[in-house]
């Protein structure tokens, strides 16, 4: 920003990415809750990409807001708005002449392809301090990421202005995508933090697996539960149709866990390995009968499914639509694997549901094989409804 107006930031993202011929960007509701292959309409009352099963690649982001001015802010989510609406729609990057840097980084080629592309924007409790005059629009439930027994958190990978959630089924798409949203946004956001995850395939077949080899995400929300535990319902009203984001990140300590008997990890998760199956079931979707087994003798009390999803008429409305996909950074300082899962989930109320849950997930089994390292709370927005809309639009107006 050495030299130029702040003000500038937008002009020049229009002058150097944003002049674009547009393929499509999907008009459309989003309420459907839909396969990781399937196309994500940009437009609607919610953002759609929210319902989408996890694709093969996906980038988490955190950002800080830089912009100097609510007037500045504005204009960084219309620019966001602008890069997702083209990004998600696809089409061919503008041509700006010989002397100026191309409109694209041409990752992608020379026609950016539309269709695959999700994208989901969330701000943080941070952002509605006294920079922007904002305080009073906060949502009502959202607050700084809760510090749990078990967490190991590192300040450098919590918190942050702004969330933006990228899938995809490659990762150049995900990737360019960042690179395009980042260089638009320059002068009005700085990152804070990423991890970059993926999804495996289903094998061999149902829910995918994580990295300790057991079906992430089985039970979660039907369609038709999706008003009663997934969106808001306005608080202030602008917020009608978003939805509280949790994003965790959790290292799994793979090489302890590899050393330990099958039987011994499925009494810890309460299934079984190989089909996903509840211990006293014989298919995934099979419905664990806690009512037949109140002293845990095949699902131990203390298994995972049994302490996250109770079952009971009291614990029904903490339910959470998880998210979850997994993440590898190589190596650490002492010569580990670094891996384990990108956790994010959508819900009604961050208490109700997914502090509701991680309290009684306090000192499960499992704490001893998983370190919380990162993450935080953020709203994901209601959606753009259409061409003159934007991301924000009623929360800034």
Known sequence: MTGLPRRSFLRRAAMGAGLTVAAGAGLGASSAVTDSTSPVPFHGRNQAAIL??????????????????????TELFRAITDRARFLTGGGAP????????????????????????????????????????????????????????DDALDPAQCHGDLS???SANSTDTVLHALRDIARATRGGMQLRWKLNGFSSPPRPEGTPRNLMGFKDGTSNPTESELDSLVWTTGEPAWTAGGSYQVIRLIRMLVEFWDRVSLAEQENMFGRRRDTGAPLDGTAETDVPRYADDPIGTVIPLTSHIRK????????????????????????????????????????????????????RLAGEPLT??????????????????????????????
Request: aromatic letters at 8%.
């Open 52 to 73: 989408r099963k996890p694709p093969t690649q996906t980038i988490v982001a955190s950002f800080d807001a830089v912009a100097s001015s609510k007037a500045e802010l």
């Open 94 to 149: 503008a041509s700006l002449g010989i002397t100026a840097p191309p409109a694209d980084s041409g990752v992608l080629g020379p026609v950016v392809p539309g269709g695959d592309l999700g994208v989901i924007l969330g701000v943080g409790a941070s952002l509605f301090d006294d920079r922007y005059g904002l305080a009073k629009l906060k949502p009502a439930k959202l607050k700084p990421m809760t510090t749990f027994p």
């Open 164 to 166: 933006l959630v990228l």
């Open 308 to 359: 996250a999803n109770p079952r009971t008429p009291e614990t029904d409305a903490s339910r959470i639509l998880r998210r979850a996909v997994n993440y590898d950074r190589g190596v650490d300082s002492n010569g580990n694997l670094d891996m384990g899962l990108l956790f994010v989930c959508y819900q009604q109320d961050l208490e109700r549901q997914f502090e509701a849950v991680q309290t």
């Open 368 to 397: 001893d094989y998983i370190s919380p390292f990162g993450g935080g709370y953020f709203f994901a927005l209601p959606g753009v409804t259409g061409p003159d809309d934007h991301f924000g639009r009623s929360l800034l107006a």
